[in-house]
C-alpha cells in the first residue's frame, strides 16, 4: 500500500530572502576581443539604428459589417373609411368627401390645418435651404432658363407609307407600355395605300413593335380600359368602334356594326366610371354622342344630339372632336367640338334638352383635347386654334385666362384647306 502526503508552504516562509540595495556598477569578467573573429565582419562608419520611440500598440483589423438586403413587398388596403363606403367605387366615396365637407367641424379643422400649412410655408420662403456659402467668385454667365427636354425614345412607324401618329394612351398599370393609332384623317382622303395597323409600344425595347393591331378600318383613337389593363378601345374612321382583348392576339374581339355605329369618324372615345368596367362612350363629327357596354357592341346604350339649341336637330348638331370625363363626377362629361364651343353636359337629366347644361364659345377652330383641373373640378383646359384657354363653369360668358391666339397660323390653315378642297 502506497501512502502519499502532500506537504504545502509559501516560498515566502522558507528560503533565504532576496536583500535588495543600491550600490556602485562592478565588473566581474573582461573578455578581450578576439582579432580572428573581428575578420568575419565588416567595418561599418556612420552606423544607422532605428528604435521605436511611440507608444506600442496591438496590430488590429477595423471593417464594417455588410447590411444584406432584401426585397420584400406588402399589401396596403386602404383605411378610415366607414363600413358602408366602398373606396373603390368613387361614387360613394365622392358622396361620403361630398357629406363631410359640409359638417361644421371639418371647416373648422381645415382652418386650424391651413394656419399651420401657411406658417411653415412662409418659414420655407424665409430662408433659402440650398444657399451657397462658398466665397468662390460668382459666375456672371447669364443662366438660360429655356425649357429643354431630352429624347428618351423615338417609336417609329414600321409602315412604309407614312402615317400621322393621331392618338395614344398609356398602360394604367405603368410606364413602360403604351398604344398608338395611326391614321390619316385629312378630308377626303382615301386610305389607298396606307395599313390600317396600330401598335403597342414597349419603352424597353422601341425599335419594335410588342403587339400589331388591326382593325377592320384606320383608328382615329385609342384607350386602355383602367379597370382591365388587358382590353384596348378603339374608334375607327369608318365611324365603328370596336374591343381587343391583349391576351386573344391583334384581332379585334369586338366591333360594333356599321348600321348602329357613327357615320363620320370617332375622334374621341372614353370609358365611364361603372361598377362593370365595361361602360364607355364615343363622340363624332357627326353630332351624335353614343354609350356602348362592351360586351355587347351590337346597339348603343343611349345617344344625345349635340344640338345647341335643343331642338335636337341632327342637321344642326355640333361636330365632336374631344371629350373628357373625369371619375370624379361619373354623370357629367364635357365635349369640345369642331366649331370651337365646349358643351357641358348631364347624363343624368331627365330630358335630352336638360343633357345639354352649357355651352362655352371661346376658340376660333376645333377644340383638340380638354382637361378638368383634378383639385378644382369646376376649372377646365381646352387646347384649339393654336392657343389654350382656363374656363369656370361659374363663369359662361369668357374664359378666365387666355394664351395669344396665332391669326397668322389659322389664316394659313384656312388658305392651305381651301386650296385642297
Known amino acids: 500500500m502506497e501512502v502519499q502526503y502532500v506537504y504545502t508552504k509559501k516560498r515566502s516562509e522558507f528560503g533565504r530572502h532576496a536583500n535588495f540595495s543600491d550600490r556602485p556598477a562592478e565588473s566581474h569578467v573582461d573578455i578581450a576581443p578576439d582579432p580572428e573573429v573581428r575578420k568575419n565582419f565588416l567595418h561599418r562608419d556612420p552606423c544607422h539604428a532605428e528604435v521605436q520611440a511611440s507608444y506600442p500598440m496591438s496590430e488590429h483589423y477595423i471593417n464594417t459589417e455588410v447590411t444584406q438586403t432584401v426585397s420584400t413587398a406588402s399589401n396596403h388596403v386602404e383605411g378610415g373609411w366607414p363600413k358602408d363606403v366602398n373606396p373603390n367605387e368613387m361614387e360613394q366615396v365622392a358622396r361620403y368627401r361630398k ?34 456659402y462658398s466665397f468662390e467668385e460668382e459666375d456672371d454667365t447669364d443662366y438660360d432658363a429655356t425649357p429643354r427636354a431630352r429624347t428618351v425614345n423615338v417609336f417609329r412607324d414600321p409602315c412604309e407609307k407614312k402615317r400621322s401618329a393621331v392618338h395614344m394612351s398609356w398602360h394604367p398599370d405603368g410606364a413602360e407600355r403604351l398604344v398608338a393609332a395611326y391614321s390619316d384623317i385629312s378630308f377626303q382622303q382615301g386610305d389607298s395605300g396606307f395599313s390600317y395597323d396600330s401598335y403597342v409600344w414597349n419603352s424597353i425595347n422601341p425599335n419594335k413593335p410588342e403587339m400589331i393591331l388591326r382593325p377592320p378600318a384606320p383608328s382615329v383613337c385609342v384607350e386602355y380600359n383602367p379597370k382591365d389593363a388587358h382590353e384596348i378601345l378603339s374608334g375607327l374612321k369608318s365611324g365603328q368602334v370596336c374591343i381587343w382583348d391583349t391576351r386573344r392576339g391583334g384581332v379585334p374581339v369586338m366591333a360594333s356594326n356599321r348600321d348602329v355605329s357613327h357615320r363620320d369618324p370617332v375622334h374621341s372615345a372614353l370609358w365611364m366610371q361603372s361598377k362593370t368596367g365595361k361602360d364607355f362612350f364615343s363622340g363624332s363629327t357627326d353630332g351624335l354622342i353614343k354609350w356602348w357596354d362592351a360586351r355587347k357592341l351590337d346597339q348603343p346604350l343611349e345617344e344625345l344630339i349635340l344640338d345647341v339649341t335643343k331642338n335636337m336637330d341632327i342637321s344642326k348638331a355640333l361636330g365632336c372632336v374631344s371629350l373628357e370625363f373625369e371619375n370624379t363626377m361619373p354623370t357629367k362629361f364635357m365635349v369640345g367640338t369642331e366649331h370651337g364651343r365646349i358643351i357641358s353636359c348631364n347624363r343624368k337629366a331627365k330630358t335630352q334638352q336638360d343633357k345639354i347644361a352649357a355651352v362655352f364659345s371661346g376658340h376660333i377652330g376645333p377644340v383638340y383635347s380638354l382637361q378638368r383641373n383634378p383639385v378644382f373640378p369646376k376649372m377646365f383646359l381646352s387646347v384649339g386654334d393654336w392657343s389654350a384657354k382656363i374656363f369656370s363653369e361659374d363663369i359662361r360668358d369668357a374664359a378666365i385666362y387666355s394664351t395669344p391666339v396665332s391669326i397668322e397660323k389659322i389664316f394659313l390653315q384656312c388658305r392651305c384647306a381651301a386650296h385642297v378642297d
Open 99 to 132: 357629406k363631410v365637407e359640409k359638417d361644421e367641424a371639418y371647416i373648422q379643422t381645415i382652418l386650424k390645418l391651413a394656419a399651420i400649412a401657411e406658417d411653415v410655408i412662409r418659414s420655407n420662403n424665409a430662408i433659402d435651404i440650398y444657399e451657397d
